[in-house]
């Protein structure tokens, strides 16, 4: 057993077998989806066995236009206590501030309508069972359809780690005070020997892989001048700081360069949300290490400074994607719905 790519479709395997959970109307009618009323939880599927689930696709019609940031999805492996995926849904499938975007990677993508067609091709193994759950946190009754396509094993190979995703955010960073007139923002000579308040994207415990994160940025310094919100370096401690992994620059870490204000999308890299006139507004990356897992023994920490040594105060939140043996380290709890919410687009200037 192992997971599919274009070098192994070829080969015939006796011991699969291929399953879907889906919203299909079971009257045989057409009326396909289901219904989620305010603050009710549902669950998407609760699969009993060895298996792996290979494709995830949703799409909602919700009144609200935040749901993007207001319904939650959840998921636990094995009957654990404590679910090892939490977020907000549009976060999950790869944008963050409350938007839906055509985009594509490798793992994630958002399809035409508009991007309402969500879809996720992370792997997802289990030894016992997968269990997915929608949370509805707005006043609005939604809709939603979705598959969930899986392959089921007579058992699994020990090897494989559980799949994780955590939401963060800081809103606003920590840096300089924007209502200060002129505040100078120093480019290239001001130092951060420690990190200590680098944004953290990750803190996981135990023995795993980082696969990758999309980071969300709403810039918001109003300005005329030169008003690119990068140049954080990315610093990842890995095992108690005994290797560090030290970058260059917030579109070094995110595979572009010189400060990009282009929509661009590819299987590990991309930005589905390039911002406004002078990187105003929102602005969205995302970079997924699959060919390049980053691997961790005890724990890892994975940072990104806000602006150079952690100048600007712009709101930054993530979406952080990764495999680790359970048990995994208990998440924060999630930002209460009024602190997810998206912000408005800043006045002009």
């Not at 990190?195 to 005329?224: K, M, P, Q």
């Not at 595979?255 to 204000?261: E, K, R």
């Not at 002078?278 to 969205?284: A, C, E, T, V």
């Not at 680790?324 to 919410?341: I, Y």
Request: proline share 7%; charged share 30%.
């Amino acid at each position: 057993m192992g997971f599919d790519s274009l070098m192994n479709l070829a080969k015939i395997k006796k011991d699969v077998k291929r399953k879907r959970v889906s919203s299909y109307d079971k009257t045989g009618a057409n009326v396909d989806t289901v219904g989620i009323d305010p603050k009710e939880k549902y669950e998407v599927c609760y699969i009993k066995g060895a298996g792996c689930i290979k494709h995830v696709w949703m799409t909602l019609a919700s009144p609200d236009p935040n749901y993007l940031r207001k319904v939650v999805i959840r998921m636990w492996w094995d009957d654990e206590e404590n679910p090892s995926v939490e977020c907000p849904i549009g976060d999950f499938f790869g944008v963050g501030h409350g938007k839906a975007v055509n985009f594509w990677s490798l793992p994630l993508s958002m399809g035409p309508q508009d991007g309402k067609g969500f879809n996720c091709w992370f792997p997802m193994p289990y030894s016992k069972s997968a269990r997915i759950e929608v949370e509805n946190e707005t006043d609005k009754k939604f809709v939603n359809y979705f598959y969930v396509d899986y392959e089921e094993y007579e058992e699994l190979d020990p090897s494989y780690g559980r799949f994780h995703v955590t939401w963060r955010r800081e809103n606003p960073c920590k840096g300089k005070d924007y209502n200060r007139h002129k505040r100078k923002l120093e480019m290239f000579i001001k130092k951060n020997p420690t990190h200590e308040n680098d944004y953290v994207i990750l803190e996981a415990e135990g023995e795993g892989h980082f696969v990758g994160c999309h980071l969300d940025i709403h810039n918001l310094y109003v300005s005329d001048k030169h008003n690119w919100p990068g140049e954080g370096d990315d610093y990842i401690e890995i095992d108690d700081g005994e290797t560090i992994l030290y970058g260059t620059g917030t579109e070094d870490y995110f595979c572009t360069a010189w400060c990009p204000a282009q929509y661009y999308c590819s299987p590990y890299h991309g930005i589905p949300l390039p911002g406004g006139e002078n990187w105003s507004g929102k602005i969205s990356y995302y970079r997924y290490h699959v060919e390049d897992p980053i691997y961790f023994h005890k724990n890892i920490v994975v940072k990104i400074e806000h602006g150079h040594a952690n100048q600007r105060s712009d709101d930054l939140s993530s979406t952080a994607y990764w495999y680790q043996n359970e048990p995994h380290k208990k998440f924060k709890p999630l930002l209460p719905v009024n602190e997810r919410l998206p912000r408005d687009e800043p006045k002009e200037k």
